[in-house]
């Protein structure tokens, strides 16, 4: 996984009044649980905007106070209205304990299905993985070139050694689906090879009639 360092301070004082003065000085308040005692501690919000806006998960090399510690962000709230960030939980990661983390899915190649007319059904962006950090990648790729229209990729055919995903084994994560328009390129293939049949069976059996000949009937006399 990815590295982000950010340095923050520790705080002392955990009370509203000065939760809401941290606030109003643009600095977001934090917590570090999981290890021997939990930590409170602050940073200016600027300092976790490669953090949270983005699609990557990060390990985050915390220095507080010149203490450093390696966890990974587990919860952050927004404000309802201005979206500003409120709060973020961190959990400690300790070596040789698993973590449970939201690794991005990333798609390549396009579908056979859509090139065909279908549509791509991206269900998991995103799925909640658990592990070792040393064993957990920094995003789950999917090749899905080889989806045809009505073909699915489920969790249960995903394998990452060592990691375990949080999620029921047969829930979608990218397929393709029918379109109105959609049309099979094995119909197609079909359909054109039985025109080639139908036709050459045609010419072979037309053949040319000669013209019956009508005998003279006898002149009456």
């Given at each position: ?32 649980y ?47 209205v ?25 798609l ?76 099979e ?32 009937a006898?002149?009456?006399?």
């Amino acid at each position: 996984m990815k590295t982000l360092a950010i340095s923050v301070k520790s705080r002392e004082n955990v009370g509203k009044s000065n939760t809401r003065a941290l606030r109003n000085q643009g600095n977001v308040p934090c917590v570090l649980y999981g290890g021997e005692k939990q930590v409170t501690f602050y940073a200016h919000e600027n300092d976790f905007r490669k953090l949270v806006y983005t699609s990557d998960t990060f390990v985050v090399e915390l220095d507080i106070d010149g203490s450093k510690v390696k966890a990974i962000m587990q919860d952050i709230q927004f404000h309802p209205v201005t979206d500003k960030i409120l709060h973020i939980d961190f959990l400690e990661v300790i070596e040789g304990k698993p973590v449970t983390v939201a690794l991005p899915v990333i798609l390549e190649g396009v579908a056979a299905g859509v090139r065909n007319g279908g549509n791509l059904m991206f269900r998991r962006p995103k799925i909640i993985t658990k592990g070792l950090v040393t064993n957990l990648p920094d995003a789950i790729t999917l090749n899905i070139e080889h989806l045809k229209i009505g073909m699915f990729t489920y969790i249960k055919d995903i394998v990452i050694e060592g990691c375990e995903f949080i999620a029921p084994s047969n829930s979608v994560v990218v397929g393709v689906k029918t379109a109105r328009a959609a049309i099979e390129e094995e119909e197609e293939e079909e359909a054109e090879g039985t025109e080639g049949v139908e036709g050459g069976d045609a010419s072979a059996e037309t053949t040319e009639t000669p013209p019956t000949e009508t005998a003279e009937a006898p002149s009456a006399e």
